[in-house]
C-alpha cells in the first residue's frame, strides 16, 4: 500500500525515512564517513551532509575528522550514552518498561503482570523500582535519562497530567503521576493515554508513518483511539478525543465504568466478548478467545466480527470529523487479524463520504510494543531536544 500525503506531508515523510536511513546504515557499519553514507543509502552528499548536521545537533549521532585514502573525512558514529529515555507502559493487567537510546534501540526491556485494579502507590512503586534495575543493568544512571514517557489506559489532562474521568482506574483519578514518579527518581517524566502514544508510535515506526493525518484504534480490555492531525497529537482541552470506549453505542446497554449505560466498552472490550461467549464456550480468558478464533472456532470469530462492525461504525463517526488516510487497528485483538479489521474497513467504506476519500484501514505494525514504545518517543520529543541542547551549549 502507498500512502501519500500532499506536498508538504510528503517532504516530511521523506525527510524522516531518509534520516532514518542514515540512522540504519551508521548503526549496521559502526562508524563510516560521509562520503561511505552517500554510496551506501544512495543520497546525494549535500542531502547526507544536512541529515547529519540535524542529528547531531538532536544528540543521535556524534562525528570526527579522520583520514581516508589521504584525504580528510568526517567520520559519523552513533552518539554514546546520549539520549537515553524510558518508556513505561502501565496497562491494565502489565507493566511494561523500556529503555531505549536516541535511535529507538532498545538497550533493555523488561514485563511484569498486575493484579486487576492494581493499586497506585503499589504499581508506582514498582516502576520506579524497575526503573533503577534497568539502568543500572545497562551500566547507565539516572542522570543519563533524558526523561521518562509513561502511558495509561485513561485520559490525561493536559494541564495537570492527571485522569479526567473517574472510575477507569479506580483510585488513581486524583494522583499526578508525573509529579510522583518525578520526586521519586529525580527525572523528567510526561504522561499521556495509552492509545495517544500508540498512535505516536505507529506514526513514527509502523503502520501510520508517512500520513500526516490518521487514526490508531486500540483494541483490547477497552478500546481507545489517538488521533493524528498535520503529524500532530490532537488531544483536545481535556485530553478526551480519543476516548471512543465512552461513546454511547446501546442506549439500554451495560453500565460502564465511567457511571454511563451502554458505552463501546461494554460491547466490544474484552470483558464484554467473553461475557457473550460463557454460555457456549464456558469460562474464556482473551487469548483463548483469540487462539480459538485463529483456529476457525465459528462461534469466537462470530463474536469478534461483530466487535470489529460496532467499532468500524465508530471509528468512521472520528474519521467523518478528523478526515485521515489511514486507521490503523491494534491492541490484542487485533491479533485476530481480518476476523477483526475487515467488518471495520466495510464499516468505514460503507459511509459514502469516507468512500470518496479513500481511507486505508491497516493492521498495526508494532504489536505489543505500541504503547511502549510510544511512550519511549513522547519522552524523547518532550525532553531529548532539550537535553541534546543542553549537552551542545
Known amino acids: 500500500m502507498s500512502v501519500t500525503s500532499g506536498p508538504v506531508g510528503s517532504q516530511v515523510s521523506l525527510r524522516e525515512a531518509n534520516s532514518a536511513r542514515v540512522i540504519d546504515t551508521v548503526q549496521r557499519y559502526g562508524q563510516i564517513t560521509q562520503v561511505e553514507l552517500a554510496s551506501a543509502t544512495g543520497l546525494s552528499p549535500a542531502t547526507i551532509s544536512n541529515i547529519v548536521k540535524v542529528l547531531q545537533s538532536q544528540g543521535i549521532v556524534e562525528t570526527r575528522n579522520t583520514i581516508r585514502s589521504g584525504r580528510r573525512a568526517q567520520l559519523v558514529t552513533l552518539a554514546r550514552e546520549t ?24 538497550r533493555t526491556d523488561q514485563s511484569l503482570p498486575l493484579p486487576i485494579d492494581h493499586r497506585v502507590d503499589t504499581t508506582l512503586d514498582r516502576t520506579a523500582l524497575l526503573i533503577l534495575e534497568l539502568t543500572d543493568k545497562i551500566g547507565a544512571t539516572l542522570d543519563e535519562l533524558v526523561g521518562i514517557g509513561v502511558a495509561l489506559p485513561a485520559p490525561i489532562d493536559p494541564s495537570n497530567t492527571k485522569i479526567t474521568i473517574p472510575g477507569i482506574m479506580r483510585d488513581w483519578e486524583n494522583v499526578d503521576v508525573r509529579d510522583v514518579l518525578s520526586r521519586r ?21 509502523g503502520a501510520l508513518r508517512g500520513a500526516a493525518n490518521s487514526i490508531y484504534a486500540r483494541v483490547s480490555y477497552q478500546t481507545g483511539a489517538g488521533v493524528l492531525i498535520n503529524h ?24 460502564c465504568r465511567c ?32 487462539a480459538l478464533a485463529n483456529d476457525g472456532d465459528a462461534g469466537c470469530r462470530q463474536a469478534i466480527s461483530d466487535a ?17 488516510q489511514v486507521i490503523a487497528i491494534g ?31 491497516v493492521p498495526a505494525q508494532l504489536g505489543p510494543r505500541s504503547e ?19 549537552e551542545m551549549s
Open 185 to 205: 527518581l529525580g527525572s523528567e517524566v510526561v504522561v499521556d493515554n495509552d492509545a495517544n502514544v500508540g498512535a505516536l508510535a505507529e506514526s513514527r515506526y
Open 331 to 361: 491492541g490484542e485483538l487485533a491479533q485476530t487479524g481480518d476476523i477483526l479489521i475487515d467488518p471495520i474497513r466495510d464499516a468505514v467504506n460503507n459511509r459514502p463520504l469516507l468512500t470518496q476519500a479513500g481511507i486505508h484501514v
Open 259 to 290: 457511571g454511563a449505560r451502554g458505552c463501546l466498552n461494554t460491547v466490544v472490550g474484552a470483558d464484554a466478548l467473553i461475557d457473550s461467549l460463557r454460555f457456549s464456550r464456558g469460562d474464556l480468558t482473551l487469548r483463548d478467545v483469540i
Open 83 to 106: 539520549g537515553l529515555a524510558a518508556g513505561v507502559y502501565i496497562g491494565r493487567r502489565a507493566l511494561h518498561i523500556t529503555i531505549s537510546d536516541a535511535t529507538g534501540r532498545a
Open 308 to 324: 470489529g462492525a460496532t467499532l468500524g461504525s465508530v471509528l468512521a463517526d472520528l474519521a467523518t470529523w478528523s478526515d485521515p
Open 232 to 255: 500532530q497529537l490532537y488531544r483536545g482541552a481535556h485530553g478526551t478525543v480519543g476516548e471512543i470506549g465512552h461513546i454511547q453505542v446501546a442506549p439500554h446497554g451495560p453500565i
Open 372 to 390: 511502549v514504545i510510544g511512550a519511549f518517543a513522547l519522552a524523547m520529543d518532550t525532553f531529548g531536544h532539550r537535553s541534546s541542547h543542553e
